[in-house]
């Protein structure tokens, strides 16, 4: 299983807005490494045995389909999370909530598109609630991704590298350490 699990990470991670609309339209798509067929993979039992050549394929639509779904999910929890949150902590100073997307998924296209259209949901909700259109989710990309050196320059003016104190440059890995250890300052 773990194999089958590290081969498919990298579906989930070097997936784009082309290659997603490429599966949905049953177009061909090239994803790096990835093999639809991974019968060519050495697959071993919980012994550590190699197990005989077995034909193993990826129904990529399928796979998309079900990972989608498990993402809105999680989405769909952290925002639950947020508004319960929210409800008993009610801070009228508040104006926007920053999200940090962190961790080797956050780099997918399937990540961010599930926290856009909830964080766009949410916004209505509270407007419709409050009456008021106040209130801002601001959503910032993985560390050390293309994206977040450029969100990080027009924020902050400066190079990635030269923000990070010219040290090694942090990873998606590194953001979750980082942001973990920024939250517990507060707590």
Not at 53 to 76: F, N, P, Q, R, T
């Amino acid at each position: 299983m773990q194999t089958i699990a590290s081969t498919l990470c990298g579906f989930l991670e070097n997936l784009d807005a082309h290659i997603v609309e490429a599966i949905e339209e049953n177009e061909e798509f090239d994803i790096g490494e990835l093999k639809k067929d991974l019968s060519k993979n050495k697959l071993f039992d919980r012994n550590g045995k190699e197990v005989e050549e077995i034909e193993l394929k990826i129904d990529c639509k399928e796979l998309l389909e079900l990972l989608k779904s498990k993402i809105d999910d999680g989405v769909a929890n952290f925002f639950a999370g947020f508004s319960k949150v929210m409800a008993e902590n009610i801070d009228n100073q508040c104006r926007a909530f920053h999200i940090f997307l962190g961790g080797n998924a956050s780099k997918s296209v399937l990540v961010k598109q599930a926290f856009e259209n909830a964080k766009e949901k949410q916004l209505k909700a509270y407007k419709q609630m409050a009456s008021k259109d106040d209130f801002a989710f601001i959503l910032y990309e993985p560390l050390g991704t293309e994206a977040s050196d450029k969100q990080i320059l027009e924020l902050t003016g400066k190079d990635a590298f030269e923000v990070w104190g010219r040290q090694v440059k942090p990873t998606c890995k590194t953001g979750v350490a980082f942001r973990k250890q920024e939250q517990s300052r507060w707590d």
